[in-house]
């Protein structure tokens, strides 16, 4: 095949797209009102996910390339620059070559000038290697393999290496020490027995190819980077799915997905990156440590110290204490979960970023992680459609998660969303049908999207500290507010379903647009809504249903009418509760799913000295509303937020 002028005009086409994709959104969206965290690390802005054209082409000159093809315990050579010893191959020049041909106990070695840049066209190999890396790249300045179009391609290694000086730290089926770019239209399957699949320890970028690897340890890893424009992945590994592990810099060691097709089952995570995960478009399909059902979490706020026993390179195991919910997402009720009682819980959690790596070796985290998508510093989600299953935190950022686009489903053994730093949510479809606490931040901030959430403990929690599983846990009970803590809701739709608290902020909690429905807690020990520092309504509509004990409303601070009113007796689950007007026109409407009989709620249809009628069952009592805050509440926060609603 002779490289044509329209491959490189469309190569140079999509780069330009891929390029100019990459770079937008780096931006927060114009309306986002999140508070600049005080968390100062990279962002999505700091790195740089464009892709060359040459990355994209899969043109070449079949005349001018070298054949190599393997048979019979031995690799014939057509053209200069490779040399044979049995099914061992040597490429020392710079050039495009052709493998084809099955070697059962053979290599392909680059070993080139810095300069080089070397083409390798799978066009039907196998390559199965009994001591190493059926392709190890040891010197060259970039390495291209293309898939051509239609055909399979298989490397495979063995469970153990014999290792020399010059290779000690090779450990992946697929090991270069340059640039490695894969793309072309073809198949190629890795079976990596000893360690890893395919690894750069500089950057990785896929454009296109049908990749199956199956890996002992982790599938798929670029040092500095790893970049993906498209492609279909079909990944089951024993460690980590795809990961970026560069800790030396804040413009490596980052993931970035800009299309392609995902089935990713690994033990571990299943996408991490030291510093920046970016994904703007695609189609995930994740599992990590076996599921929701093995949950690192147990309802009670402990770990669970025998989930990753369980974790069977991603098959299930034994439900690991998550109570509540269960896969329906039915409520349970009952005693409010209690907090942990001590730290030596047996299982290891990370409060660090992610992987320990230098520069000669590649080695996986001695730390217990299950999640599905994480980072060292930013989570930053554009688009894409992804179903997510995952023993640990689904999405898990040390610093901040950025969501303006996408749909998220997700069934979580511990937190839906975890932020240490700041979480915000612009856009897109965020559905967490199982979790401990659905989305957990310092500052939560929520400006547009839809966003449903079923917790265990808490539906969205607001906390200074990071995710540590124990009594220092994030989200643990806080008498007094912490600085820089916030829940801000300014647009969207939220929904929540929470055995917990259903919106939490050891801080302050600002509602100014957005509607919001809370199906909150069944027990007295915790409350549809919970704040320690002040609770503002200025804009917006907010239904909070609960257990009567520890209920709050908004504060007098407020600018907008809101009402926290106990009914005389609980109500059933499923009976639909109705706020109308003197008139008898509907104001608000909810059905909660479990028992309740606190309900917070306020609208810009609230209006001083009108009487509004609360329907709930066979329940009708009148509300007349008398000052910015009306509540006849006598519970243990006597009707009354920290930020001084009126307690009648």
Sequence with gaps: ???????????????????????????????????????????????????????????????????????????????????????????????????????TNGRIIVSAEKTAEIKLIFNGVDITCADNAPLLVSKAKKVYIVLEDGTENVLTDSASYSLGEDDSNTDGAIFSKADLTINGSGTLTVNANYKHGIVSKDDLVITDGNINVTSASTAMEGKDSVKISGGTFNISAGTNGIKSTNTEASDKGFISVTGGSFTVVANNDAFEAETVLSIESGSFDITTGGGSTNASMKSDGTPN????????????????????????????????????????????????????????????STSTSAKALKAGSEVNISGGEFKIDSA??????????????????????????HASGNLTISDGTVDITKSYEGIEGSIVTIDGGTISVVASDDGINCAGGSDTGSTDRMGADQFSAQEGVELNINGGTVTIDADGDGLDSNGNFTMAGGTVYVCGPTNGGNGALDYNGTATVTGGTLIACGAVGMEEGFGDNSTQYSVLHDLGSTVSANEKLTIT???????????????????VFTSADLKEGETYTITAGSQTETVTIDGIVTSNSKGMSFGRGHGGGRGF
């Design 581 to 599: 007007d003197s008139d008898g026109k509907e104001i608000l409407s909810f059905t909660p799913t479990k028992t309740w009989q606190s309900v």
């Design 392 to 417: 640990d935190d689904s999405v898990h950022s040390n610093g901040n998660i950025v969501i303006t686009g996408g749909n998220i489903s997700a069934a979580s053994g511990d937190d839906g969303m």
């Design 305 to 364: 110290s025998d989930w990753h026993n369980n974790m069977g390179n991603g098959g299930g195991g034994p439900n690991g204490g998550m109570g509540r919910p269960d896969d329906n997402g039915n409520g349970m009720g009952g005693e409010p979960p209690a907090m942990p009682t001590a730290d030596n819980t047996g299982l290891t959690i990370e409060t660090a970023a992610n992987t320990t790596t230098d520069s000669t070796d590649t080695t996986d």
């Design 1 to 103: 095949m002779k490289i044509s002028d329209t491959k490189k005009l469309a190569a140079v086409t999509a780069a330009f797209f891929i390029t100019v994709t990459a770079f937008s959104g780096c931006s927060e969206s114009a309306n986002s009102s999140q508070t600049t965290s005080s968390v100062s690390q990279a962002a999505k802005s700091d790195i740089d996910a464009s892709i060359a054209a040459e990355d994209i082409d899969v043109g070449y000159d079949e005349e001018s390339s070298v054949g190599i093809k393997f048979a019979d315990g031995s690799a014939a050579i057509d053209g200069e620059g490779a040399t044979a010893e049995g099914e061992t191959v040597t490429i020392s020049q710079a050039g495009t070559y052709i493998l084809s041909g099955t070697a």
